[in-house]
């Protein structure tokens, strides 16, 4: 099977053409955990097959490390417009890509004939507690308290396609998040488990940022983490509209367009190596 290993911002991935890799759905999520085992497969935070789609340009179908299927990935969703618009597969700089039945529209910006960066229309974010889900007293989880393994936080929860949960705090350098992120993300109050941002705000355009993700633990970037912190930071007070999220791999550009309510993400794409490995 023929495979391009990329990231987008250290968030790493394994892309193959869905095209022309036809590996059965049943099959997949044994293989995803093989192939992302960075120890004895080529290792990565999840696989992306990119498919044909009858109702956008293409499809994402994104896995996990663990095998679980993602309903959406913003650092994976921009490799897959360079990886279509790179291999010759589309000559538009402006295409839409659907995951999980969920069309993103992005606008690819070229240098030297290979995709550099990518804006993304990330969509609306989602707010009601029950559309993330995070089960919850209010409408909203809006600075809710949570008590986990006898701490308590505030947490501001939003929907980027996936649920996040949003943590302001006043470090998080030396978080241990091996110890606290599994608690968080198969907490009782997440119907299908949840992402965990933990967030410093640097100043009203900055914010620092570590993730937990789901299904794969800590990630050195996570765009939709990145979109519904920013989207988190406005709600509590904290930020302007246009932020500079830092992430451990790079940074991303985050707006929320209050008067459209569409948030947007500009950041790389790059490819790291391209392969072949026996199934």
Known sequence: MKFTKMHGCGNDYIYVDGSKEMIPVEEKPQLVRRLSDRHFGIGGDGVIFVNPSAEADFEMEMYNMDGSRAEMCGNGIRCVAKFVYDKGLTGKTSISIISCGKIKY??????????????????????????????????????????????????????????????????????????????????????????????????????????????????????????????????????????????????????????TNLVYMTGPATTVFEGEIEL
């Open 106 to 259: 992005l606008d690819l910006n070229i240098a030297d004939g290979k995709v550099s960066t990518v804006k993304v229309n990330m969509g609306a974010p989602i707010l009601k507690a029950k559309d993330i889900p995070v089960i919850c007293d209010r409408e909203e989880a809006i600075a809710e308290r949570l008590e986990v393994e006898g701490t308590v936080y505030e947490m501001t929860c939003v929907s980027m396609g996936n649920p996040h949960a949003v943590i302001f705090m006043d470090h998080v350098a030396d978080l241990p998040l091996e110890k606290i992120g599994p608690e968080f993300e198969n907490y009782v109050r997440f119907p299908n488990r949840i992402n965990t941002e933990f967030i410093r705000v640097l100043d009203d355009e900055t914010i620092e940022m570590r993730v937990w993700e789901r299904g794969t633990g800590e990630t050195l970037a996570c765009g939709t983490g990145a979109c519904a912190s920013v989207v988190a930071a406005v709600l509590n007070g904290l930020t302007k509209e246009q932020v500079t999220v830092k992430l451990l791999g790079g940074n991303l550009q985050i707006q929320w367009d209050r008067q």
